[in-house]
C-alpha cells in the first residue's frame, strides 16, 4: 500500500520560510513531485526531484525561493520555501511517479500517487 504524507504546513507571514516533509512508503519511484491548488485554481506544478540522482526541477513562479531536496534513508523528500508572498498561499500536494521522463519532471503528466496535501496560507 503506498502511502505519501505531507506535513509542515501552517500560517506564514509575508516574506517568511516554511519547510515542507513528505513521509514516503509502499513503493519504489523515480520522480517525487511537488503541486499546489490555491482557493478556486487550478492545480498548480511546483517542482519535481529524481529520487536517485537528485536533479531538481522548477517552475518559473518559485524558483530561486524554493528548494526540493530528499533524504534517501528516510524515503522523505522537502520542500523548502523562503521569500513567500501572499500568491503562495494553497494547499500543498506531495506526488510521486514511476517514471523519469521530462516530462514527468516538468509536471506535464499524470503522476501515479498522491499524498492528501498541507496547507500553507501567507499573510500580507
Known amino acids: 500500500q503506498v502511502q505519501l504524507v505531507e506535513s509542515g504546513g501552517g500560517l506564514v507571514q509575508a516574506g517568511g520560510s516554511l519547510r515542507l516533509s513528505c513521509a514516503a512508503s509502499?513503493?519504489?519511484?523515480?520522480?517525487m513531485g511537488w503541486f499546489r491548488q490555491a482557493p478556486g485554481k487550478e492545480r498548480e506544478f511546483v517542482g519535481a526531484i529524481s529520487w536517485s540522482v537528485g536533479i531538481t526541477y522548477y517552475a518559473d513562479s518559485v524558483k530561486g525561493r524554493f528548494t526540493i531536496s530528499r533524504d534517501n534513508a528516510k524515503n522523505t523528500v522537502y520542500l523548502q520555501m523562503v521569500s513567500l508572498k501572499p500568491e503562495d498561499t494553497a494547499v500543498y500536494y506531495c506526488a510521486a511517479d514511476s517514471r523519469k521522463t521530462i516530462a514527468t519532471m516538468k509536471g506535464l503528466v499524470e503522476y501515479n500517487y498522491w499524498g492528501q496535501g498541507t496547507q500553507v496560507p501567507v499573510s500580507s
Open positions: 509502499g513503493g519504489t519511484f523515480s520522480t
